[in-house]
């Protein structure tokens, strides 16, 4: 069965041509090459796209490899395959192979008008005058790098493309906003979802979202495949956020703002300029409290790579220990809820204590503000309002720089500041006598 973005790439293609944008098209047939490297059509056609924008060179070779591919088949896509190579040629000056093509060409019942036409300007030696070639427009990373001047797109190895800091950067600053291209935000689309989405691109679009990577080759539709390679959680396909690259110790943190429909990345730690931007492809306890292997073996699965971040790229004794940080993190986070709330007090905020000092030690700066909440609700179940009114602040600052002010959680939490009495939990208020003043980070 034929990859169903196929026919999207010759209808987008066609549409980029009507209206004369020849690189975009040259774009979309090279991407068609790719996936269905035996049919001629795609080289056919990149060869014309060639000859709009000068290339010479790469239309003869399209031309060529048309050629070897129609060999048998279609013979007006071997007309049309000698006609462009004999104008490639004759461009750069091979008149003898220029004939050769054109009588193939006439050969083959080519029109005789054209062949009438190109003779005589080969006869005559006619070429067109040298002009600068049409250069493809600055990519959208270029543009946004140039601009802001937050981050730039830059090789990265290994890891291909990757983002760098452009200037220093503070935690808490904002490094990207960026409406989704392809939004699906808390939803998991099928495939014909996804397709009918993607047909109402524009070619650049589509063309956008086709430079992205690609970690499931094995299946049957490219479409699925990028998505379920870039896609976030909580806000489907982002093309700039999906430039950052991935480590389990990352220095910034991606999150959707549904009220301005934007997916925003903000620096969770210092980050100076020309150091790479590192998010981190999977969250929350599935990250703290995994061990390396464990988490090798998830992004190997998801996004088929082997990751050797900070973390991972850790030597033996070095990776135990952070492991063991990890997995205590975990086993607190476990055990909050078992907790009893009126005998455990004590040692519940304790535990909350040691898991923040845990992530500061392993240099994991995300996601230290549920431990903050749950010591906070704790003291308003005791009645110890101030108390919860400092864990809320912990929180807050946390939750700050990790999805701005205006983030759901950061609002929500500064009302708890306000007035931690009007938290929506079931045993707010419920005990009264214990205070934890002395329990602080």
Request: charged residues 25%; negative net charge; aromatic residues 8%.
């Amino acid at each position: 069965m034929p990859d169903p973005v196929l026919s999207l790439l010759k209808t987008k293609a066609a549409e980029a041509f009507k209206h004369g944008d020849f690189s975009v098209a040259r774009s979309l047939y090279s991407h068609a090459i790719n996936i269905d490297p035996q049919d001629d059509i795609h080289p056919l056609n990149r060869s014309l796209m060639n000859l709009r924008l000068t290339r010479w060179q790469e239309a003869e070779e399209d031309a060529t490899a048309a050629l070897a591919l129609c060999e048998c088949k279609k013979n007006d896509h071997r007309q049309k395959a000698y006609y462009r190579r004999c104008q490639a040629r004759r461009e750069m000056g091979d008149m003898v192979g220029a004939e050769d093509d054109i009588k193939a060409f006439a050969s083959t019942g080519g029109a005789q008008d054209l062949t009438r036409g190109e003779q005589q300007k080969i006869d005559g030696g006619v070429t067109t005058p040298e002009l600068a070639l049409e250069h493809e427009s600055l990519s959208l990373e270029s543009q946004i790098a140039s601009s802001e001047q937050i981050y730039l797109v830059m090789d990265a190895g290994d890891k291909g493309l990757g983002a760098f800091a452009a200037r220093d950067l503070q935690r808490g600053d904002l490094i990207l906003t960026e409406k989704p291209l392809l939004p699906f935000p808390g939803t998991d689309p099928s495939p014909i979802e996804l397709r009918l989405t993607v047909e109402k691109f524009s070619p650049n679009d589509l063309l956008t979202f086709l430079s992205l990577k690609n970690a499931h080759p094995h299946y049957e539709d490219t479409i699925s495949g990028i998505y379920n390679t870039n896609a976030f959680s909580d806000g489907g396909i982002v093309i700039q956020a999906s430039r950052f690259n991935h480590s389990c110790l990352p220095n910034a943190r991606y999150s959707y703002h549904e009220a301005t429909n934007r997916e925003r990345i903000f620096a969770l730690t210092d980050i100076r300029k020309g150091e790479e931007i590192f998010v981190m492809y999977i969250t929350g306890r599935n990250m703290y409290g995994s061990t390396r292997q464990q988490r090798q073996i998830t992004l190997l699965a998801r996004y088929n790579f082997l990751c050797s971040c900070a973390a991972c790229g850790l030597n033996r004794q070095q990776s135990l220990e952070s492991d063991r940080r990890r997995l205590e993190i975990k086993s607190i986070w476990d055990q909050i809820p078992m907790l009893d709330p009126l005998r455990s007090g004590r040692a519940l905020l304790r535990s909350a204590i040691r898991a923040i000092n845990l992530m500061k030690e392993e240099g994991y700066w995300a996601d230290a503000d549920d431990f903050a909440n749950e010591a906070a609700n704790f003291c308003s179940m005791h009645s110890d309002w101030e108390s919860a009114k400092y864990w809320h602040r912990i929180a807050y600052e946390h939750r700050v720089a990790e999805f701005g002010r205006d983030g759901t959680h950061s609002v929500r939490t500064l009302k708890f500041i306000e007035n931690p009495r009007c938290v929506n939990h079931p045993q707010i208020g419920q005990y009264r006598g214990q205070t934890f003043a002395d329990i602080r980070l």
